[in-house]
């Protein structure tokens, strides 16, 4: 079914986060710091942070990745920890990323990263059973959802907490998930607005799952919307997703939360690549 296949999308996402007018004034920088924990049986525990800043044209995304089970950090050769660093200027249509051969950070254009999406999706291009799709459409989960009060202190953030239940066919116990909506955080609004902006400029369509603020778009764009669907005004400051077994052991558990957003003055030093 469509909701099942973006709800394993989470699981699997889980397993590995207009110019001028559209940012903030050169002399001010939009600071976000988001954290993910997945929990797995066996892989156990995984764990992303992202800080993103986001100042004229100019958007810093840092995201750091950590293996916390034992086994797989003595396997690894960098311990379990990896991280990545992308610079993008969207005014200029170019981003910098890290490049192994070079062991130094090399500028792209836009056009040519789309390019290459292009080209990497003409050969792998398979067959889609549309008509299959479109049944699956029809064919939605049984859930309840309720919106519930607020809750002073999330993360620092006042906020809504909406609790969802889809219930699987031919198991006891439902899919939990909960977002916690919080208003006006303009800083996380703005640095999602800019990855949507770059997502895309390079090529990767309105469908493009760009951190989880986006596949909580992408979930909701799948199912019917109606009055059980409904949403706090705001932006997510925390979501969780659980899936527990018929004997309520956890088989997944996801957590997203933003831990900072602040609007802070311009440094230079936040988006120099070293």
Not at 84 to 96: A, K, R, T, Y
Not at 169 to 184: C, G, L, Q, R, T
């Amino acid at each position: 079914m469509k909701t099942k296949t973006v709800l394993l999308l989470a699981i699997m996402l889980g397993l590995f986060t207009y110019c001028l007018p559209l940012y903030a004034g050169s002399n001010k920088e939009y600071h976000v710091e988001e954290r993910t924990v997945i929990k797995i049986p066996i892989v156990g525990k995984i764990s992303t942070l992202t800080s993103s800043h986001l100042s004229g044209c100019k958007l810093k995304e840092t995201t750091s990745f950590k293996m916390h089970n034992t086994l797989i950090k003595m396997m690894s050769d960098s311990d379990g920890k990896s991280q990545e660093v992308q610079l993008s200027n969207l005014c200029e249509e170019l981003q910098w990323s890290y490049d192994d051969e070079t062991e130094t950070y090399q500028a792209r254009s836009f056009e040519d990263i789309r390019q290459d999406k292009a080209s990497y999706e003409e050969d792998n291009e398979s067959q889609i059973d549309m008509e299959s799709d479109q049944n699956d459409i029809d064919d939605l989960p049984r859930m309840s959802r309720k919106i519930m009060g607020y809750e002073k202190n999330i993360n620092g953030f006042k906020a809504q907490k909406v609790r969802t239940l889809v219930y699987r066919e031919e198991a006891e116990n439902p899919i939990i998930i909960e977002e916690f909506y919080a208003v006006s955080v303009k800083p996380l609004k703005k640095v999602t607005d800019a990855r949507e902006k770059l997502a895309r400029e390079l090529g990767k369509g309105d469908d493009a799952v760009e951190g989880v603020p986006s596949f909580i778009e992408a979930v909701y764009d799948s199912i019917r919307e109606d009055e059980e669907l409904e949403r706090p005004e705001g932006d997510i400051v925390r979501f969780v997703i659980s899936l527990l077994d018929d004997d309520n052991d956890s088989i997944f558990t996801m957590k997203y939360d933003v831990i900072l957003a602040e609007t802070i003055d311009y440094q230079a030093d936040h988006f120099a690549l070293r």
